[in-house]
């Protein structure tokens, strides 16, 4: 198997490469009846879309997205939906002196071990480019849940970039698109931005952290055992390039409370349950509580940088490789409308799958 599908019910396949005329994805399991159309997930894909700012890759993306099936009249069919994003701005000949040499922390040498062949124009499949099909399917679970269940809310942002942090006394949601990072610290940005152009200037990249936060998440979704929330969400984030590690709630730190610190005590209200903290991320034995889902994950610093770096040749020669060609000093920041796309994915495919279990019955408390 290839495994370039994801998903249960709600199932997306993503197809294409960095470099070749097109990519996207066909979207299989969305319910009809649902109003989508290109502008809807347009917004999406221009929040990801590269070339906005020097604090990202250069290359210059329309990203425009194409419906080709499983639509009528801006209605969903029921049927699978064909997206497609054509590529305008390859430029291959940057590739052309790495087409024999492996690029250290990329997926050049692991591809080659596997395959025997590899497209080494801007990485092929393995590129973050293969991402925006991502965000075009995850702007279909966007309008899906906007139906199902309008009351959620999936929000990304950054809290770390290299050595800087925002500052949560400063947290201002409303700051989150006005700014190049996706940071709720207006104070914070032009502070980032010296520090982020200084890496770039040194020829060099910087990790990140990003955190999101599912706002109005009914409880019950999830399963106890293989199908988790937090496996399912794990998993998905864990998809995205460069991404080295996931936590939900307290997270690793967890490991640093006592059983009092760390459980979330609850009282009754009107309502059910009310828990007095949320340690647990929104999430208690793979299934949602109803409070927020908290997570985080990390990213690694972008390895195409144009600092010398040790490596091998297919032949097995010793060689030093520079990587030529537009790359994000910090790919971290691209990966927040990622991230917030396969999060939309993975919270449909749980919800659809609970419909089809339980048909929304829920427990009583009180």
Not at 20 to 25: N, S, V
Not at 60 to 78: A, H, N, W
Not at 129 to 148: D, M, N, P, S, Y
Not at 292 to 314: E, M
């Amino acid at each position: 198997m290839s495994y370039n599908t994801f998903g249960h019910l709600f199932r997306v396949t993503t197809w294409g490469e960095s470099h070749g005329p097109a990519l996207g994805a066909t979207v299989d399991g969305c319910p009809p009846g649902v109003e989508i159309d290109e502008g809807f997930l347009q917004v999406f894909l221009d929040r990801r879309r590269p070339g906005q700012s020097k604090m990202t890759t250069q290359r210059q993306e329309p990203d425009r997205v194409k419906i080709l099936s499983g639509v009528f009249e801006g209605r969903s069919t029921g049927t699978p939906i064909q997206l497609m994003i054509e590529n305008t701005d390859q430029r291959s000949r940057d590739y052309g002196e790495i087409a024999r040499q492996f690029r250290p922390g990329h997926a050049d040498v692991t591809y080659w071990q596997k395959y025997g062949i590899r497209d080494y124009r801007g990485g092929g499949r393995s590129s973050a480019r293969e991402t925006a099909a991502r965000v075009a399917a995850g702007g279909v679970a966007q309008a899906v849940l906007k139906a199902l269940a309008p009351g959620l809310r999936i929000t990304g942002y950054m809290v770390q970039m290299g050595e800087k942090h925002i500052d949560p006394a400063r947290f201002d949601r409303d700051e989150i698109l006005n700014n190049p990072f996706f940071i709720p610290d207006a104070a914070a940005v032009t502070e980032w931005t010296d520090y982020l152009e200084a890496i770039r200037k040194g020829q060099n990249s910087v990790g990140a952290m990003i955190e999101l936060v599912v706002e109005g998440c009914p409880p019950g979704l999830g399963a106890p055992i293989y199908a988790k929330m937090d496996s399912e969400l794990a998993a998905a984030i864990m998809t995205i390039n460069a991404v080295k590690g996931v936590e939900f709630g307290e997270g690793m730190a967890a490991a640093a409370l006592t059983g009092t610190e760390n459980a979330d005590e609850m009282r009754m209200g009107p309502d059910g349950p009310v828990y007095l903290s949320n340690h647990a991320g929104g999430i208690l034995g793979g299934i949602t509580t109803g409070q927020p889902i908290v997570l985080r994950f990390a990213v690694k610093p972008t390895s195409s940088i144009l600092t010398p770096r040790r490596s091998v040749d297919v032949a097995g020669n010793e060689v030093e490789v520079i990587t030529k060609g537009r790359h994000d000093p910090c790919v971290g920041i691209r990966a927040v409308p990622v991230a917030e796309a396969m999060v939309a994915c993975v919270i449909l495919d749980q919800l659809l799958m609970d419909r089809g279990q339980t048909g929304g019955i829920r427990g009583e408390i009180g």
